[in-house]
T-cell receptor, first 111, second 115 residues
Framework: GESVGLHLPTLSVQEGDNSIINCAYSNSASDYFIWYKQESGKGPQFIIDIRSNMDKRQGQRVTVLLNKTVKHLSLQIAATQPGDSAVYFCAPEWNTDKLIFGTGTRLQVFP | IAGITQAPTSQILAAGRRMTLRCTQDMRHNAMYWYRQDLGLGLRLIHYSNTAGTTGKGEVPDGYSVSRANTDDFPLTLASAVPSQTSVYFC??????????????FGPGTRLTVL
């Protein structure tokens, strides 16, 4: 089965610093990965995705890195802002259309 | 465009009562999903529907049922609620229909407390 592990349950960063959130997955057949952001009291919101034929994808202030050899993803947030404070989930896809969510990493941004 | 709406926003329910959580999407997505999120945990898939008229079981389906009579609506029913079903419930949708790269869009959630 699929499982998702996160290296740090809580990450605290100072405003303006870069943040790196890591995620390990177990199913080598996963070929699509999504990062979601969930603010308190809200549903998960799509941040960025990456397909298995890529090892890096960049968005606005965010970069996702995929290492399929070691089954690891990371989400990098540049110049972290208070509005980035949330729980972040990586979600590998399995069985076509199904996503597996880990427990998430809480990002806290301090002024 | 509203995206996905869920109702009610929150509900307190006595154990043993029947409850239906409503979910409606206006994106004409084929696939829809129900998740529960417990404190300190990620989202777990309860049931899903790949297209109108079909449903399937997810990771934690026991005690829940769903129906998909049309594309837009995907209600989740608790036939006889138990305290362990206290959770936040999220509905989601995606284009589906064989698209292998499906971003799921989530509703705002329903906070359910079973006493």
């Amino acid at each position: 089965g699929e499982s998702v592990g996160l290296h740090l349950p809580t990450l605290s960063v100072q405003e303006g610093d870069n943040s790196i959130i890591n995620c390990a997955y177990s199913n080598s057949a996963s070929d699509y990965f999504i990062w979601y952001k969930q603010e308190s009291g809200k549903g998960p919101q799509f941040i960025i995705d990456i397909r298995s034929n890529m090892d890096k994808r960049q968005g606005q202030r965010v970069t996702v890195l995929l290492n399929k050899t070691v089954k690891h993803l990371s989400l990098q947030i540049a110049a972290t802002q208070p509005g980035d404070s949330a729980v972040y989930f990586c979600a590998p896809e399995w069985n076509t259309d199904k996503l597996i969510f880990g427990t998430g990493t809480r990002l806290q941004v301090f002024p | 465009i509203a995206g996905i709406t869920q109702a009610p926003t929150s509900q307190i329910l006595a154990a043993g009562r029947r409850m239906t959580l409503r979910c409606t999407q206006d994106m004409r997505h084929n696939a829809m999903y129900w998740y529960r999120q417990d404190l300190g945990l990620g989202l777990r898939l309860i049931h899903y529907s790949n297209t109108a008229g079909t449903t399937g079981k997810g990771e934690v389906p026991d005690g829940y049922s769903v129906s998909r009579a049309n594309t837009d609506d995907f209600p989740l029913t608790l036939a006889s609620a138990v305290p362990s079903q206290t959770s936040v419930y999220f509905c989601a949708s995606s284009e589906g229909a064989g698209n292998p790269y499906n971003e799921q869009f989530f509703g705002p959630g329903t906070r359910l407390t079973v006493l």
